[in-house]
């Protein structure tokens, strides 16, 4: 169903497309405003006979309206309840296993082999001031 509207809606935009470009000027746009001697017909284009293309404009304009209003309530209704796109695609780290930290004194345990022969790094204080 939503296939055939939208087909619909799409023919008639090509034909309001073309009724409106086919459709003859009402004056000469903002051009014609500069001009201080114009009346109010003359300007809003002023009351012409309803010709075939007018009523044609009309007619696909409203079926236009609603389409694209009745075509927007179907979808929405689609899906009552919103999801998010990440929704069943995201996965929890896996633990990590917490290092055994060695704080024994050098040349004792497991941070002798580590340390070896080097003497322990002394971080000299602040500066006084």
Not at 30 to 56: C, E, H, N, P, Y
Not at 62 to 75: D, K, N
Request: charged share 10%; proline share 9%.
């Amino acid at each position: 169903m939503r296939t055939i509207l939208l087909v619909i809606l799409i023919l008639d935009a090509i034909i309001l497309t073309s009724v409106v470009l086919l459709q003859a000027g009402t004056g000469g746009g903002l051009a014609a405003m500069g001009g201080g001697g114009t009346s109010t017909d003359s300007i809003l284009g002023g009351r012409q006979a309803v010709t075939f293309l007018t009523k044609t404009s009309w007619w696909c304009g409203g079926i236009f309206f609603v389409l694209s209003i009745t075509l927007a309530g179907m979808s929405t209704r689609g899906g009552a309840v919103p999801r998010s796109v990440l929704e069943g695609q995201v996965s929890l780290p896996a633990p990590i296993a917490p290092l055994p930290l060695d704080l024994g004194e050098p040349g004792e345990g497991a941070g002798a082999e580590a340390q070896g022969d080097q003497a322990p790094a002394v971080i000299p204080p602040p500066p006084s001031q």
